[in-house]
Each structure stands twice: as structure tokens, then as C-alpha cells.
């Protein structure tokens, strides 16, 4: 058996606790995807139900106004000009795929690499926000909007930065942690 109690142990799990995903508990894993989620579309029912469509609700002027947007695109509105037939559609499979290749990701990571793991599911919760809009809506609700003169960003909403947030984890543990390369023995 201590082949099996070592495999425990490395999955985080071996003193018979809950299994771990990264240095969280997977129970907490879950959690944060479902609370992305749920603040995600809560923040988009409000705007929807506040805001008219386009409408800029100054927060600190000059810099960051709540705008409200449709992206019926993908990421940074890429495909929001083109009119095609289905496009609600192919931009659900297009995320959905995403989806899937994320997981599939996140079955190749060692158990070492417990930020890029975290950032795995900071990743999944917005990507599962914004799914969930372009199943049931055909486009995304987007309302963050930061500005300086002229030069806006593009809109965003929760499940974007949560995205943006997971992403960057990922990005620092690949560039400057390095536990995704293999060590000699």
C-alpha cells in the first residue's frame, strides 16, 4: 500500500482528508467557480436592469464608467462585426471548446504547480459566466469600461477579469516559478 498512500499524499490528500486541487481543498475550488459565477451574472442582471443598452454611468470621471455593451463576439469583441447565420451558435461552441480544453489542461498540471492551478479555476468560473450568456443569449453582457482621453479598453464584465486573473496566475507560475519543468532526481 505505499504506493498508494504516496499517490494520496501527492494529490494532496493523504492524511484521509479531502482531496486537494493545488493547495485548495477541491470543496473550495468549487466554491470560487460557483462564486464567480453567481457575482458574474448577478452584476449582469443589474446592469441589464439599471442601465439602458449603451448607456455610461460615470463611476470616477475621466477613467471608469459602467457602460452597457453587448459583445456578441468572442474575447476582446473579435467576431462582434460579423453577420452571420448561427453566430450565437459558433461562439457558444467556440467557448465550449475553450471549456473543454481547459480542463483538459487542468488534467496535465502537477500538483506543484498550485498557482497555476488556482488560476485554472479562477479561469473555469469565468468562462462558465460567460457560457452561461451565450447559451441562453446569444452575446455577452460587458459594462466595465476604463477610459483615458480618448483610448478606451475594451468592455468587460466579472467573468472576464476573473478570466484575466487566472490567466495572469498561469502566465507567473510558467515564466517565474518554473515547476512545470521537469527536475533531475
Request: glycine share 12%; charged share 15%; hydrophobic share 50%.
Amino acid at each position: 500500500m505505499p504506493a498508494d498512500g504516496a499517490r494520496r499524499t501527492e494529490m494532496g490528500g493523504g492524511n484521509g482528508a479531502e482531496p486537494s486541487y493545488g493547495f485548495l481543498p477541491k470543496g473550495a475550488a468549487a466554491g470560487i467557480v460557483v462564486a464567480i459565477v453567481l457575482l458574474d451574472q448577478w452584476t449582469k442582471s443589474l446592469v441589464e436592469e439599471h442601465v439602458r443598452l449603451y448607456e455610461s454611468v460615470p463611476v470616477i470621471e475621466g477613467f471608469l464608467d459602467l457602460t452597457h455593451v453587448r459583445n456578441t463576439g468572442v474575447a476582446f469583441g473579435f467576431l462582434n462585426s460579423l453577420d452571420i447565420p448561427f453566430k450565437a451558435g459558433l461562439t457558444t461552441a467556440i467557448a465550449l471548446a475553450a471549456l473543454v480544453a481547459i480542463g483538459f489542461f487542468a488534467t496535465q498540471l502537477s500538483p506543484r504547480e498550485k498557482l497555476a492551478r488556482l488560476g485554472l479555476t479562477f479561469v473555469v468560473g469565468g468562462a462558465i459566466g460567460n457560457l452561461i450568456d451565450r447559451a441562453t443569449a446569444g452575446y455577452v453582457v460587458d459594462f466595465v469600461d476604463f477610459y483615458w482621453g480618448g483610448w478606451h479598453f475594451w468592455a468587460f464584465n466579472v467573468a472576464d477579469a476573473a478570466i484575466t486573473v487566472g490567466a495572469s496566475c498561469l502566465i507567473f507560475e510558467l515564466l517565474f516559478l518554473k515547476r512545470h519543468v521537469s527536475e533531475a532526481a
